[in-house]
């Protein structure tokens, strides 16, 4: 079974148009080690911030090498809804 977080299709102020696509779930995690390492999530919109903080919630900092499965099993419920 896979999950795929939708992003909705937007136009920027200088014309750039990005068109609707998906991502894999499992990328939330490496997304957010990625904000960590780059240090700005202070400088992130309210929307993006909110998606850190749900991810860090449920799965913390990858310090250290580990087991993934559950902290993508908890990602994946989260994404999927009540339905998993």
Do not use: N, Y
């Amino acid at each position: 079974m896979s999950f795929l977080v939708r992003t909705l299709a937007t136009t920027f102020f200088d014309g750039h148009h990005l068109e609707p696509h998906a991502h894999a779930w499992g990328q939330l995690i490496f997304a957010a080690t990625g904000v960590e390492l780059r240090g700005v999530v202070d400088s992130m919109g309210e929307g993006p911030q909110r998606t850190f903080a749900a991810v860090r919630a449920l799965v913390s900092p990858l310090d250290d090498d580990r087991e993934m499965s559950t902290d993508m099993t908890r990602m994946a419920r989260i994404v999927a809804g009540p339905r998993c």
